[in-house]
């Protein structure tokens, strides 16, 4: 039997839950498909993942720094309402991709509107929180040549190209 290691093709179900026991995020029926050591998935759920196998099945608790790590208020800033041209109805909870000085892009995410501004927050929406997944593993494989070049898994819950 295989088990989860370096270019092993892993799908998996999940649910992931905050400290609260909120559902934020599932896999609805449609495993994940991830690439293990490639940086396909946070680093302490493939952490917790390594040496398992189909049919196991784990609660895996990741603290911040390693799945979207902590919350920075450095990364909330206030930003003139000129910046968002051609965008008449900001709202909060809006997104948008922004550019550093650096030229990086990132995503923002609007917390605040007023006349003049707009505050935006590059956090991750999960930043500085624990998360709890409930996971079954659903099957292990030896990667493709391909699938490792690639970085990532082809076919079901993978990419499709």
Same mark, same amino acid.
């Given at each position: ?26 896999? /609805?029926?449609? !495993?994940?498909?991830?690439?293990? +050591?490639?940086? $396909? =998935?946070? @680093? *302490? ?31 909330? /800033?206030?930003? !003139?309402?000129?910046?968002?041209? +051609?965008?008449? $109805? =900001?709202? @909060? *909870? ?47 494989? *030896? ?19």
């Amino acid at each position: 039997m295989t088990t989860i290691a370096n270019d092993t093709a892993v799908l998996f179900n999940y649910t992931l839950k905050d400290d609260d026991g909120n559902v934020l995020d599932q896999s /609805q029926g449609e !495993p994940l498909a991830y690439l293990h +050591g490639h940086n $396909n =998935i946070i @680093p *302490g759920l493939e952490r917790e993942l390594a040496g398992k196998s189909a049919g196991e099945k784990l609660i895996a608790v990741i603290e911040p720094a390693d799945a979207y790590g902590e919350y920075h208020d450095q990364a909330v /800033q206030s930003v !003139p309402r000129t910046n968002f041209q +051609g965008v008449d $109805n =900001i709202e @909060p *909870g809006m997104q948008f991709q922004s550019q550093t000085e650096d030229g990086q892009v990132m995503l923002v995410t609007v917390k605040d509107v007023t006349d003049d501004t707009v505050t935006v927050d590059a956090n991750h929406p999960l930043a500085g929180k624990r998360l709890t997944f409930d996971v079954e593993i659903v099957e292990v494989r *030896g990667a493709t040549e391909d699938e490792i070049n690639h970085g990532h898994v082809h076919g079901q819950g993978g990419v499709q190209h």
